[in-house]
């Protein structure tokens, strides 16, 4: 069956965006746009997921080509939870944007790009079409080369650069892996690959083109060896596109990951260990990283590589179990740190700092809004009816059946150097008095009108709300991961939604 | 023929990676390119090269009976062509602004201790 509606997520930001580009100058008008476009972005995806939640995996042939000869767009339960959360997060980096982001950036194309960016997203997890992922990757790195260089500041330049490389290298490692992929099986659909990669005799050669998709994802998601790029340069650019890449970009890859590895190279005994080891030092790297770093920002971006090890881990174990404990920790990770890179940049608006140093008595001065964030950092920690801590309960269950307990190890030194950081961030920022220092610059955020204010609290409110929903309805998420998991761990729908015959 | 690609296509990602591993960023692009190209020549070789084999079938025929030129490898590496092109020059206009900037071609020195920003 045809159905059209599926594409509307990526449509409406490739229109949104282009209309920006008309606006070029006219910042206020920009604004609008792009918050009214992320706005029909976001009820789109809610229509199109509970379309798949009630009638099951929606499929689009473009231009009508049958499936395994044309690009097949497909939506199942996992693409369009996570363009959901991607609109969420999108519409709430849109409203941080138009007050956050400084003017002259504005003039230079940030909000176009920005739809771009997101575009990219969607269309990389709505397509079921290998080569057609790699060009949505190619849209979302360019895309997020042009954000990440606007303003041309020497760190930002100098953090682009090891970005740069080390992007276009994975995506190096990503077409070579399809090349070998076309010339063992003969075919680029994911449906259509995962029927026949199981038929074919030299294992080896699979496992060789299965390592390719591992170094390529494993780059773009900072996977342990691979991982340098994102400390390096998420601390440079304007903290609402900090928020977009911490919160969405690693994301993309640890979704590619899942739906390569769940779909069409089935994780045998070397994969898994392999993943799992990854995921080991992927934590342990990550959070040593965090404890030595004084700046919010470079603190955050260790933490984004400690907790992508956590959803590694949970691919490795490969039960249905670890899987759903790997999906509720990603939808959790993808709202709570896009939310806490907006809230570095609101504590830069308020101190004009990020510098663990030089901060203090926030809790003094703005008591209601640091308990709401507040909120979020204990989401982040994972106390108990919070969102951080559901997904750890099924990782446990799923590393104590298989006797991974180096990994489980793993998870909570993890989560014991999380609470030791976040702790040690409340105490210096939000407690500790304010160093007496002539030379610090005055509060940005005391001297804004209320409008501007409101459009930075409002979408840390926004995600800090979905965090705790995430939370407290953990009953609905976790039947949500339970029926993606499922998905995963049988994918003959999947294969007879696309391909059209059993 | 097909041989002479195979062992093109081995240099030309020996030589991107060498060339990733040295210090200086237009040796970096460089390398990236290398390799970029190395993979449009692995997809093209995977694709059958053979001569006058159009991927037409017979009017007698229902499926292919002789070997055939795949026209699938060499549309994906149009597509890779063009994203290629438009990424590196990105990156060159990049280590353009780079090099004025910290006036040095040497990518040890991309480590301003800076601080404080946006």
């Known amino acids: 069956m045809i159905n059209n509606y599926l594409i509307l997520p990526v449509i409406a930001h490739l229109f949104t965006a282009v209309l920006l580009l008309f606006f070029w100058r006219r910042t206020v008008a920009q604004r609008i746009i792009s918050i009214a476009g992320s706005f029909i972005v976001l009820l789109a995806a809610i229509g199109l997921f509970t379309r798949v939640w009630n009638n099951g995996i929606l499929v689009m042939q473009a231009a009508n080509w049958e499936a395994p000869f044309g690009i097949t767009f497909v939506a199942d339960v996992f693409s369009s939870s996570m363009v959901l959360l991607t609109s969420f997060a999108g519409l709430a980096v849109s409203l941080f944007s138009a007050a956050g982001v400084a003017r002259a950036r504005m003039q230079y194309g940030y909000f176009p790009i920005l739809h771009f960016l997101l575009m990219g997203l969607n269309g990389a997890f709505l397509t079921g079409d290998i080569f057609n992922l790699y060009v949505w990757f190619e849209v979302i790195i360019i895309s997020s080369f042009v954000l990440l260089t606007l303003g041309g500041r020497k760190a930002q330049l100098e953090g682009a650069v090891k970005y740069m490389a080390l992007n276009i290298l994975a995506s190096t490692f990503f077409l070579t892996g399809i090349g070998m992929l076309y010339g063992i099986t003969g075919t680029l659909n994911m449906a259509d690959l995962a029927m026949k990669v199981p038929l074919v005799g030299h294992r080896i050669l699979v496992d060789v083109t299965a390592i390719f998709f591992i170094l390529g994802f494993g780059i773009k998601s900072a996977v342990f060896p691979l991982y340098f790029w994102l400390p390096s340069s998420y601390h440079t650019p304007p903290s609402a596109v900090a928020a977009i890449f911490g919160g969405l970009l690693t994301k993309v890859g640890i979704y590619a990951l899942f739906r390569v590895f769940t779909l069409i190279f089935i994780p045998d005994d070397f994969i898994r260990t392999l993943l799992i080891i990854l995921a080991v030092l992927t934590i342990l790297t990550g959070s040593f990283g965090a404890i030595i770093k004084r700046n919010i920002r470079r603190m955050f971006s260790y933490l984004i590589v400690c907790h992508i090890g956590f959803m590694i881990g949970g691919l490795g174990l490969f039960s249905e179990v670890a899987l759903m404990g790997a999906l509720f920790y990603l939808f959790h990770d993808m709202i709570i740190k896009t939310n806490l890179f907006l809230i570095a940049g609101l504590i830069r608006q308020q101190r004009g700092t990020m510098n663990m140093e030089k901060l203090g008595g926030l809790y003094a001065e703005y008591p209601r809004l640091s308990l709401l964030i507040a909120i979020v950092l204990f989401s982040l920690i994972g106390i108990p009816p919070l969102s951080g801590f559901w997904p750890k309960i099924y990782l446990f269950e799923a590393g104590f059946m298989t006797g991974q307990y180096i990994l489980i190890a793993a998870i909570i030194i993890g989560s014991l150097v999380t609470l030791y950081v976040v702790s040690r961030m409340w105490a210096d920022v939000f407690w500790k008095r304010a160093p007496l220092d002539d030379t610090s610059p005055e509060d940005r955020f005391k001297r804004m009108g209320i409008g501007k204010k409101t459009l930075l609290v409002t979408p840390i409110a926004f995600l800090a709300f979905i965090s705790l929903y995430i939370g407290l309805g953990a009953e609905n998420i976790t039947a949500v991961v339970q029926r993606i998991a499922s998905e995963m761990m049988d994918t003959t729908p999947y294969i007879r939604a696309v391909l059209g015959k059993s | ?118």
């Open chain 2, 1 to 118: 023929m097909e041989i002479l690609l195979v062992i093109l296509m081995g240099l030309l990602y020996a030589a991107g990676i060498y060339m990733l591993f040295r210090r200086s960023m237009v040796k970096l692009l460089l390398g990236i390119m290398l390799l970029g190209n190395g993979a449009n020549i692995l997809i093209f070789l995977l694709g059958r090269i053979t001569k006058g084999q159009p991927p037409v079938i017979d009017e007698a025929a229902k499926v292919f009976t002789d070997i055939y030129a795949d026209p699938i490898p060499q549309a994906l590496i149009l597509t890779a062509i063009v994203i290629g092109f438009g990424i590196q020059s990105f990156a060159i206009v990049l280590l353009k602004r780079v090099y004025v900037l910290i006036n040095s071609d040497d990518l040890d020195d991309l480590n301003t201790p800076e601080d404080e920003d946006i």
